[in-house]
């Protein structure tokens, strides 16, 4: 199928704990993106890659690391997970840069629901 | 900054139409986006607007007034599996890499 996929789907963890959410899309793509959708549904951007180049880094803890191996892969690392990490994570990719296509539409992966305890 | 709005919660009933509203701020606006997310699920694109009008796919519809910062989404015949959430989303211009800025979400629930 081609498609954004993330692993794990479910990831439950203690406070302190580090943890990686991979993420792969086959569709070709060139930018990949990294969003955090906290309990009351707003989607918010952290991080994008574009050809394993970083052009979006949001005002987040350092504590998060995006790492792009490939194009075709952007996994997100997060160090000593705090309660307010838990949320669902959702990765997503367009076809190309969308400064310099902005009618790109993004393709989201099916999100990996972190729990913190 | 950027601020959008889209009202919390809609309910309506199978086979009517419905409107949902989005207002936005923002600083240089490259576009206007919708997308469908049902509960445990991804988000999926509806529709794109950058310029003043209406585009139709469909059941769907997406108006855009860029003078006005609004837009909505027009649903007609509506269907029970088009219960889901609807989110309105900003592209920038600039330099933060032309990223999307969503609203909250507007909670749709379609009634038999």
């Known amino acids: 199928d081609t498609a954004v996929s993330q692993t794990p789907k479910y990831l439950v963890t203690q406070m302190g704990n580090d943890k990686s959410i991979k993420c792969e899309q086959n569709?070709?793509?060139?930018?990949m993106y990294w969003y955090k959708q906290d309990s009351k549904k707003f989607l918010k951007i952290m991080f994008s890659?574009?050809?394993?180049?970083?052009?979006i880094n949001e005002t987040v803890p350092n504590r998060f690391s995006p790492k792009s191996p490939d194009k075709a892969h952007l996994n997100l690392h997060i160090n000593s997970l705090e309660l307010g990490d838990s949320a669902v994570y959702f990765c997503?990719?367009?076809?190309?840069?969308?400064?310099?296509?902005?009618?790109?539409?993004?393709?989201f992966g099916p999100g990996t629901r972190l729990t913190v305890l | 900054g950027q601020n959008i709005d889209q009202p919390t919660e809609m309910t309506a009933t199978e086979g009517a139409i419905v409107q949902i509203n989005c207002t936005y701020q923002?600083?240089?606006?490259?576009?206007l986006f919708w997308y469908q997310q049902h509960a445990g699920e991804a988000p999926t694109f509806l529709s794109y607007?950058?310029?003043?009008g209406l585009e139709e796919k469909g059941r769907f519809s997406s108006f855009l007034s860029r003078s006005k910062g609004y837009s909505y989404l027009l649903l007609k015949e509506l269907q029970m599996k088009d219960s889901a959430s609807y989110l309105c989303?900003?592209?920038?211009?600039?330099?933060?890499?032309?990223?999307?800025?969503f609203g909250q979400g507007t909670e749709l629930s379609v009634k038999p």
């Open positions: 997503a990719s367009s076809h190309s840069d969308p400064r310099e296509n902005p009618h790109n539409e993004q393709f």
């Open positions: 569709l070709g793509h060139d930018t």
């Open positions: 890659y574009n050809n394993k180049e970083l052009i």
């Open positions: 923002t600083s240089g606006f490259n576009g």
């Open positions: 607007n950058v310029l003043d």
């Open positions: 989303a900003v592209r920038e211009w600039g330099n933060q890499g032309g990223k999307l800025i």
